[in-house]
């Protein structure tokens, strides 16, 4: 494959996925189209010519050659300076690698983060919070994680790769979509009663089963093992962690669990004082299901797969 059909092929399976459904999606890039037409022409200079296919501003292939045929990919959850240089000494020892895959965004494509957000409105949406009320509570997160983001150093294993002559791109809400409607679907029908049944069907997924011998499997953080799930929401994707005032909403909307990769003290008190019972099923282990069941379509078409830097490597085809 090449990494145009490898970067083609993840957006395609990541709108697939979207728990907006296929649908929505396609409304989202018709929008991205509708602007880039109205635009002037200076401003079409600028306009971001992959979002008129790709609704996923923090999937992107960052440097190299979109037609290099790939055989060996270097995949991990953060590939940094430390992975870009690995990458050029496995080279050096005969396991030359054409493509660096990142799951989490680098890059131009860390700097539009926050663009990807608004896929949380709807989630929210979906679960019983009116979409007036999601994306009053999102606008202000939205902008937030934003400004954040502006003084980072976005581009140093980017620059990294570029030197060494390296292929680099990153897979992250396709990723992400990926395995929360794995697991939501696995919740939908199973239909677990206490939140100790929860851990055991979690648990049953390999990725968290490895986790759990590297003490990051998923845990309990509000809540206990008998207490009643309830309603179930799986909260995985839509970029990084969502609004405080999401909790009030959710509980009044009749969602009794979350389920999510990872959470920052003030939310989870948020959920604590709304009496939302609260699982991290692990953040390592999240995105690597995520990631498998993408690069599982790479391993198919004959790609082999280097895992490294937090990736628990698991193959189901």
Known sequence: MKIREI????????????????????????????????????????????????????????????EKEVRRVL????????????????????????????????????????????LQEDVLAKFGVP???????????????????????????????????????????????????????????KQPETLGDVLKLLKSISEYEQAVQYNAGPTIIVGSKERRAGKIMVDMTGGTSGSEDAYSKLAAAGVGTLIVMHMGEKHRKEAEKNHINVIIAGHMASDSLGMNLVLDELAAAGIDIVPCAGLLRVRRK
């Open 75 to 118: 995949a991990g959850i953060d590939m940094e300076v430390g992975e870009v240089l690995l990458a050029d000494r496995l080279g050096e020892k005969g396991q030359p690698i054409d493509l660096i895959i990142a799951h989490h965004p680098e890059g131009k494509a860390m700097a539009a983060l926050h663009e990807v957000m608004h």
């Open 7 to 66: 970067y083609e092929l993840a957006v395609k399976k990541g709108m697939e996925q979207d728990p907006r459904g296929l649908a929505a999606v396609q409304k989202v890039l018709e929008k991205s189209r509708q602007r880039y037409e109205e635009a002037k022409e200076e401003d079409k200079r600028e306009f971001d010519q992959d979002s008129l296919f790709n609704p996923y501003a923090d999937t992107r292939i960052l440097v190299g050659d979109p």
């Open 131 to 189: 979409i007036n009320v999601a994306q009053g509570i999102m606008s202000s997160r939205i902008n937030e994680v934003r400004r954040n983001m502006m003084p980072f150093n976005h581009n140093r294993a980017v620059d990294a790769a570029r030197l060494l002559g390296l292929a680099m791109m990153c897979i992250h809400t396709p990723a992400d979509n990926h395995v929360n409607t794995y697991v939501q679907n696995l919740m939908d029908e």
